[in-house]
């Protein structure tokens, strides 16, 4: 995430006429990715809160699916 930041700061500070309206624009694209990954950090903390056994047979179960959906479109470009 914050390679990606980097990026975008860098691409916005470059195209705005202004620091306000970089920072502004940094800010609107940034913020539904962040929100996101902050959900899923959230959904994963619930998962490590269960009792040991719950948790394993999930994960044996379904942790390739839940992993696939949780970092996949992490993958996607900006």
């Known amino acids: 995430m914050a390679m990606e930041d980097?990026?975008?700061l860098?691409?916005?500070l470059g195209s705005a006429?202004?620091?306000g309206e970089a920072l502004?624009?940094?800010t609107r694209r940034r913020k539904p990715r962040v929100d996101?990954?902050?959900q899923q950090c959230v959904a994963r903390d619930k998962l490590r809160r269960?009792?040991?056994?719950?948790r394993a047979i999930l994960l044996k179960l379904a942790g390739?699916?839940?992993y696939r959906r949780s970092?996949?479109?992490l993958t996607k470009p900006l």
């Open 6 to 8: 980097a990026l975008v």
């Open 10 to 12: 860098a691409e916005t």
């Open 17 to 19: 006429s202004s620091i």
């Open 24 to 26: 502004a624009e940094y």
């Open 36 to 38: 996101w990954v902050q």
């Open 50 to 54: 269960l009792p040991g056994c719950g």
């Open 64 to 66: 390739n699916r839940l």
């Open 71 to 73: 970092y996949a479109p």
